[in-house]
């Protein structure tokens, strides 16, 4: 049984790690990924539920990275 659930989970969760520390929007990491809005904003919520990032509010975006507690 895969851990990640699709390509794109796997894709964000590395550019996440590999830029450790560094925090993205969920558009500019559709846009790296090469998926819409939506997938990477359900991928980003199902990294999230089981701690492998970090999502906070800036105003109208959501700025995710990497938990480094995780």
């Known amino acids: ?13 590395a550019i996440l790690l590999v830029n450790k520390g560094q ?3 969920v558009t500019d990491l559709a846009f790296r ?5 939506p997938t990477a904003l359900r991928e980003v919520r ?6 492998f ?7 109208n975006m ?4 990497a938990n480094q507690d995780h």
Do not use: C, D, N, Y
């Open 33 to 37: 990924v090469g998926t819409s809005l």
């Open 62 to 65: 959501q700025l995710v990275k």
């Open 46 to 51: 199902r990294l999230e539920a089981v701690g």
């Open 23 to 25: 925090e993205f929007s």
């Open 53 to 59: 990032i970090t999502v906070r509010p800036l105003g």
């Open 1 to 13: 049984m895969p851990i990640l659930r699709s390509e794109a989970q796997g894709r964000i969760l």
